[in-house]
């Protein structure tokens, strides 16, 4: 077991996770690179965002870190233990402290449910309480994500979008958890609702002393909730910072373009768009070098052959690229 250090709750470290995928007409497999090596740390209590285009990673970690997939490679320590090296019974124990909140609301939801069924089988399935201590634990949950004590005998159907992700959050609190790993909660949601769950959440967070891992690929949200920030480009993490260096001083080139994609809800403020060149590369056959060279701006012919690591340049800013000027002759410590 590595030296963790006492603030840091979640720590991933070189976490890989490859899928084998067979043609229609082909007997040899082909391997998805999903997520090729990252690591991260989460500190208690705060909101750590992951962002990236679709197909980058950034689900699949976010089962890594859950243990709802096993990985190729790599470790994941919660609370200084290896969640992958835990048995059936001590795993099952620590999924009341690890829980999720789903992307599309409709979807997560088993419709033949009522509200206060769903809120309340997590409690049966960790016996935490049952009959009128569950039902009046599942009311409690329901006063604090905003919901009227009459929903619990309704069914999803009846809901709306951002009703239906309360009921979810209220699903995901009710055992009381440390983690909650929110995978594009708000993504499905009108923008009208997106930041009332978004509040929502960072009450909750307040209130309750949760910590997030958010993902998402909206930057303008992740701006909103996290502390700190990871982009993912391809199944690598091209850069992390603290929220505020990573949207006054963008380092990498794929993170500019992201934040030149931002709408400003002013019309005679004009922002400079950055267009990228060509598609995203698949998974299936990564370029060689940096992953983002065939699409850069800045693209040399080191980026062709050479990867470049994530190196500090500066406090609690770290960048996986050729261009960045280190603040010190040594790879990024990702637990710093």
């Known amino acids: 077991m590595p ?29 998805v690179h999903a997520v090729d090596g990252i690591s991260f740390y989460i500190k208690r209590g705060e909101t750590f965002g992951l962002v990236g285009e679709s197909g980058c990673g950034k689900s699949t970690t976010g089962k890594l870190v859950l243990r ?18 835990l048995n059936r019974k001590k795993m099952r124990r620590l999924r009341q402290k690890m829980q999720v909140i789903f992307q599309d609301p409709f979807a ?20 935490l309480a049952s009959g009128a201590e569950r039902e009046e634990r599942v009311l409690e949950v329901m006063e604090l994500v905003g919901l009227n004590s009459e929903y619990a005998t309704r069914y999803p159907h009846e809901f709306s979008g951002g009703q239906r992700q309360r009921i979810g959050i209220a699903r995901a609190i009710a055992v009381n958890p440390v983690f909650i790993v929110a995978d594009e909660p708000v993504s499905s949601l009108d923008v ?18 949760l910590t997030y891992l958010y993902i998402a690929h909206d930057l303008s949200t992740i701006k909103h909730l996290s502390d700190r920030i ?33 709408t400003i809800p002013d019309p005679e403020v004009k922002r400079k768009r950055i267009i990228l ?36 340049i500066a406090d609690r800013h770290s960048v996986r690229c050729h261009l960045g000027k280190p603040c010190g002759a040594q790879e990024a410590d990702t637990r710093r």
């Open 108 to 127: 997560s939801l088993n419709p033949r449910m009522t509200v206060g069924d769903i809120v309340g089988e997590p409690l049966e399935i960790h016996n």
């Open 68 to 85: 709802l997939l096993e990985p190729t490679f790599g470790e994941v320590y919660f609370e200084g233990h290896n969640i992958f090296e």
């Open 3 to 31: 030296d963790i250090l006492p603030d840091i709750l979640i720590e991933a470290k070189g976490l890989k996770k490859y899928f084998l995928t067979k043609g229609l007409f082909s007997r040899r497999g082909t391997v």
């Open 192 to 209: 009208s609702i997106r930041a009332q769950i978004l509040n929502l959440m960072r009450d909750l967070q307040k209130n309750l002393g």
């Open 277 to 312: 060149k060509g598609d995203v590369p698949s998974p299936i056959d990564p370029p060689s070098g940096c992953r983002f060279h065939t699409r850069c701006l800045y693209s040399m012919d080191k980026c062709k052959k050479v990867e470049p690591k994530l190196i500090d």
């Open 230 to 262: 990871a982009v993912m480009y391809l199944g690598k993490i091209v850069e992390t910072g603290t929220t505020r260096s990573i949207f006054d001083n963008p380092q990498h080139p794929y993170t500019q373009a992201l934040l030149s994609a931002i």
